[in-house]
């Protein structure tokens, strides 16, 4: 089983959004119905970056990885190259 760490981003809140999952299309479902209610606000979410990993604890850390940089600064980093 794959497991995906992801970021997602709301126009109309201008605010990112970072998880990981087994299921992206599933879990992009369940954020753009409101069941998550800490981000109910940014509906429509949309994916803007996502890697896949083979364990779960690997997607976990690559999250906090990027949770601890912030994901705005962690995309700039990454059009860098850095």
């Known amino acids: 089983m794959k ?3 992801y970021i997602l981003f709301s126009e109309s809140v201008s605010k990112y959004y970072t998880g990981h999952t087994h ?7 369940e954020h ?6 800490s981000i109910r606000k940014g509906i429509p979410w949309s ?19 990027i949770k601890k940089r912030g994901a705005k600064r962690f995309l700039a980093d990454r059009s860098r190259g850095a």
């Open 3 to 5: 497991f995906v760490a």
């Open 23 to 29: 299921d992206l299309l599933n879990r992009l479902t």
């Open 32 to 37: 753009n119905q409101g069941e998550t209610s």
């Open 47 to 65: 994916i803007i970056w996502t890697a896949e990993f083979s364990t779960r604890a690997q997607a976990m850390k690559m999250e906090l990885a």
